[in-house]
């Protein structure tokens, strides 16, 4: 399987502050990635699918990027309604794997 | 507008079978993936497997001696059986639709499945 490492798995920060965080492939997986939000005690939300295609009616502050192993993605200015814990999802070989998670939170 | 609800028993005796059924309104079941997905106790999620509206299955490896997803077109509904279970199937266990067989667009709320004696 391939495995997906995600970090840091916290952070927090203020409120229109620009916030990265990375996912890691275990194998080259090309652009085969997806990113989702999840709020405490909810299902999953997609935001960014193909590494960098924005989901219908996802706001634009959202993005991802990278290619082969290494991913990033990006809040261009934090929202608190931002809070939540995001994750990587790879689809270039089955079983798809999601990585831990990064858990996003207002300083 | 498209809603799935996950509906089962909520606890499991070990070494018996967790079932539960995903039912879906506000769309069709036509032309898409139906997955299941669960999320142990402050883990990541895990992908079980999926059935696509023709009836075609694909399992996570891990789990594909144990799980068994079926589909009932006549009451837009598709289910999850997972035999054997252990406390380390204790998750949320979450139904979700796919318009490609490695996304997925709609997800139910979410049911707390605890396998325990």
């Known amino acids: 399987d391939i495995q997906m490492t995600q970090s840091p798995s916290s952070l927090s920060a203020s409120v229109g502050d620009r916030v990265n965080f990375t996912c890691q492939a275990t194998h080259n997986i090309y652009n085969h990635l997806n990113w989702y939000q999840q709020k405490p005690g909810k299902a999953p939300k997609l935001l960014i699918y193909d ?3 924005l989901q219908t009616g996802v706001p634009s502050r959202f993005s991802g990027s990278g290619s082969g ?5 990006t809040i261009t ?6 809070i939540a814990t995001y994750s990587c999802q ?3 070989s089955l079983p798809w794997t999601f990585g831990q998670g990064t ?3 207002i300083k | 507008q498209v809603q799935l609800q996950e509906s089962g028993p909520g606890l499991v005796k070990p070494s018996e079978t967790l079932s539960l059924t995903c039912s879906v309104s506000g769309g069709s079941i036509s032309n898409y993936y139906w997955s ?7 883990k990541g999620l895990e992908w079980i497997g999926f059935i ?6 694909n399992y996570n490896p891990s789990l594909t001696s144990r799980v068994t997803i079926s589909l009932d077109t006549s009451k837009n509904q598709f289910s999850l059986k997972l035999g054997s279970v252990t406390a380390a199937d204790t998750a949320v266990y ?3 639709r796919g318009p490609r067989w490695h996304l997925w667009d709609y997800w139910g709320q979410g049911t707390q499945v605890t396998v325990s004696s």
Do not use: H, M
């Open chain 1, 77 to 82: 200015s934090l929202q608190p309604q931002d």
């Open chain 2, 52 to 57: 696509y509206y023709t009836g075609t299955t």
């Open chain 2, 36 to 42: 299941w997905i669960r999320q142990p106790p402050g």
């Open chain 1, 51 to 53: 590494a960098s295609n």
């Open chain 2, 94 to 96: 979450y139904c979700a």
């Open chain 1, 103 to 105: 858990k996003v939170e």
């Open chain 1, 69 to 73: 192993a290494d991913f990033t993605f």
């Open chain 1, 90 to 92: 790879q689809y270039d």
